[in-house]
């Protein structure tokens, strides 16, 4: 493929994924906004939770369709529900249709997330893959960072129906040149897909989500439409539980549950997905309403957080790949992020922003010393027969921990703000014509209201955004002491080479096995080849005197027959007159010949053994990155099928 064509492609798939991860947080800044346009503050929670709980469950199918149907329609299916729900949710009239069309959104927002991934394992080489795969981490942390504060950008000087909106002319572009340029994928898997499995386990979490939301608040606990949610919940849970035993291909095997490692990272991961979201959600009104501030600056004001999850993601990456250490992050991590939950507890009306900033900047370091881990424990536990599965479990436990974290944290701030508000009007004398119930349908009339009426008001709103952080605080605690259980084990080489993208936000996964140690390999492996990689491999392969432009030569020309000098130097980028040194060494040691017109090369009968013995060094050296997985036929073919993909890459070429 041209590298032009290639560029583009890759461009329209980190399009794609960034406009899916950016409305995981978008919409966070718009939600006060949208609250006093369309009503509804008792569902607030329910327009992130739709997108969440529908992204997370629909993650498997899209995997496992792509792989049995082909990715390029998949992706543009995915791309056009995507787009659709967009439009939907931009033009919606009240909340009910917003949560609906945000769930359409989410359905699309999986698929896109998922198979954009897969794509670049389809049209880029295993040498460039690692850097590109480095790309689109890099996307999901510029989603985290950036998408509240666009969110009170578009708020302030558009709309908030252009949160959604914006998606519609980069979609269309990234739709334009995935349909034009990306070519179609012959290579089919076969699965048996468990869509018992998707339907009973999606429709038991949403009840789930659906009792912890109404439960308390729209209705009493002991009502029969929260009693008839958990039966309904238990039931299908209970079926789900007999589909997964029998399934060949369960969406989440059981015996992944009786792996210590993955049951404990996963509640730990859930508990983590419960903070991050409810955090994200509840913020902005805090700010928005209580302080006053306009949409883009309480995005501003959500930074701190966001920049320490950033940056001890990275951190933790690096200390785990340089000692093998792991057991002891997730440990710290929910410890400082239980007393960053406690410190945002004590918010009041009267709390300064800097105090609010420090607190957010705690939370935010104890999530991201504890969020990336997490995959990575999980990697490290299990065998490779259950490792895509495994990767996918964690990273869907983390996802639904925030529609969890969202809807009960809602369930939680809306009790308090009722009882609250009883309590402040009780006595009080208001406003002729005024309703007091206009100050939960709409937050900015309190800033209509007289000073000492408004600061009650106030005082209320703030009361029942700390009483979020009330709860959530000793939840996370609770991840804390879980988090003692958590087991050390000797790491793995290919699971040092984690994803940065998925210690971040909801992001899920849905990989096979056989891909999540590709993806670790060539990670590896393009660092390996970055430095001195080729004075190794021509000393191993007894190239003694060869200089390492001149290995690299050989690799290049293996099994190519007749090449012109020309091409071999524009492979290289670089002129025929910098290589011809190299070329002539191998042409004095009868390793390379030269055509009788000097314009082509071939390698000799010394050179083709030569080569041999340079591919035989490269899968040896690869061999022993996944030796810790233990013998697989997959992975032996895994290795033969990569290492002649390395050698001799353009990316390679050593340097003077």
Known sequence: MRQQGLGLIILALMLGMLLAALDQTIVSTALPTIVSDLGGLERLSWVVTGYLLASTVSTPLW???????????????????????????????????????????GLGGGGLMVLAQAIVGDVVSARERGRYQGFFGAVFAVSSIVGPLLGGLFVDHLSWHWVFYVNLPLGAVALFVIVAVLPGDDTRTKHTIDYAGVVLLGAATSCLVLMTTWGGTTYRWTDPIILGL????????????????????????????????????????????????????????FLQVVHGVSPTLSGVYLLPMMAGMLTLSIVSGQIISKTGKYRFLPIAGTAVATVGMFLLSTLTEGSSLLAMGVYLLVLGVGLGMTMQV????????VSFKDLGV????????????????????????????????REVLRGVRLPAGFDPGRVQQDPTV??????????????????????????????????????????????????????????????????????EVERGLVRLADADLRRGYYDRLGALAGLDGIAPQGVWVIARLSG???????????????????????????????????????????????????????LGCACEGLRGLVADWGADPQLERLVERIAPELLGAPADRPSR
């Not at 033009?91 to 069309?101: C, D, K, P, R, W």
């Not at 989440?252 to 991050?276: D, E, K, Q």
């Not at 009330?470 to 984690?498: D, H, N, Y």
């Open 230 to 285: 958990a039966g309904a919940a238990a039931v299908l849970l209970a079926g789900w539980v007999l589909v997964a035993r029998r399934a060949k291909e369960p969406v989440l095997p059981l015996g992944l549950f009786r792996v210590r490692a993955f049951a404990m990272s996963s509640v730990v991961g859930f508990v983590v997905g419960f903070g991050l979201f409810g955090a994200l959600t509840y913020l902005p009104l």
């Open 374 to 381: 997490l995959v990575i424990v999980v990697q490290n536990a």
């Open 63 to 105: 995997g496992k369709l792509g792989d049995q149907y082909g990715r390029k329609k998949l992706f543009i299916g995915a791309i056009c529900i995507f787009l659709a729900g967009s439009a939907l949710c931009g033009l919606s009239q009240n909340m009910g249709e917003l949560i609906a069309f945000r769930a359409v959104q």
């Open 446 to 515: 309190i800033q209509r209201l007289p000073r000492g009426l408004a600061q009650g008001f106030l005082h209320v709103y703030a009361d029942a955004i700390a009483s979020v952080f009330r709860v959530a605080a000793p939840v996370m605690c609770g991840a804390f002491l879980l988090s003692w259980f958590i087991p050390q084990a000797r790491l793995r080489e290919t699971t040092k080479a984690a994803d940065l993208g998925e210690g971040l936000g909801a992001t899920s996964a849905e990989r096979s096995s056989l891909a």
């Open 560 to 614: 190519e027959g007749w090449v012109r000098a020309e091409e071999l130097a524009a492979r290289a980028e670089v002129s025929r007159e910098y290589g011809r040194p190299y070329v002539d060494q191998l042409v004095a040691v009868n390793l390379v010949r030269r055509s009788a017109d000097g314009d082509a090369l071939c390698l000799t009968e010394a050179g083709e053994e030569a080569a041999a013995r340079l």
């Open 390 to 421: 495994a990767t996918s479990g964690a990273t869907f436990f983390r996802s639904i921990g925030g529609s969890f974290g969202v809807a009960t944290l809602g369930s939680v701030f809306s009790a308090t703000l009722n009882d609250d508000l």
